[in-house]
């Protein structure tokens, strides 16, 4: 049942991330990526991550996506003389086709092979439906407490170069 | 929850890396290439989340996705910050175009 729901989600996940490679409209890329993240955000379920799932939920489909939709929208190339009879669509070509299929096919089959001659010697046994936010709160809080103030230094950094650079210091458009 | 073997995660994760990195080689805008860049990040995550299940006692592996995540979000911000300020300096998120360096 669990291998069941797991190759659905997997085929969801991997489904859409080829639409993302092969659409031609970025608005439709950007909303393929989102079907990509719940189908991963599902399979951190089946591995038992539930933390790591709402997590994925919460921050990638809820800030990072919409922070996305929000730069293909500032971005766009507006043709001023067309008629706005047609759909807008933001399109975005893609170029170095063969090439890119080649490098994607040589790593997949190259992790494919490390992965199957790799033989792992799993030690620790397997966690059944314990939920994981209590470990995780307490690791945090105790043996990852400097990453954990380094990661909200990061976060406050990246806060503040992003506002800077995208101020408008352009004096012409003052 | 035991019954998935952890290779499956493995290929999946592969998979998605693959598709990714493509992504990232042929798109023809740097949105584009951001929304490939994301999903490599994604797909590193399912593994460290794969092998995290096998140590439920300290979950490093979950640790270390969730800092993953913080540090996807801040390069997410700052990239589309540049990519903003690249567009009022040439006009064209195309990467193709933006060869000012080169003359």
Redesign the interface.
Known sequence: M??IA?YGF?SL??VS??F??LSKN?IY??FA?FV??LG?AA??V????D??AV??IM??VG??LV??I???M??Q?TNKRAESTSANQVL??????V???I???A??LF??LV??SAN?R?????????S?IK??GV??MTS?LL?FEI?GI??L???I???Y??L?R?PSHE | MSDIPLIHFLIVAAALFSIGLAIVVTKKNLIGILLGIELMLNAVNINLVAFSRHDPERLGGQLFALFVIVVAAAEITVALAIILRVYGQYGTVEPDKIDGLKH
């Open positions: 669990e291998l797991f997997a996940a991997i991330a080829l993302i490679l970025l890329s950007a990526l990509t993240f991963v399979l951190y089946l591995a038992g991550a933390f790591l997590t994925q921050i990638y800030g990072i922070l996305l929000f730069g293909i500032l971005t190339q975005a070509g893609s170029s170095r086709r090439p890119a299929f490098i994607a096919m790593t997949f992790f494919s992965i199957v792992f799993i030690a620790g046994n397997v966690n059944l439906g314990k994981t470990t995780i690791e945090l990852h990453p990661a990061l976060l950094v990246a806060l170069g992003a506002a650079l995208a408008n352009n």
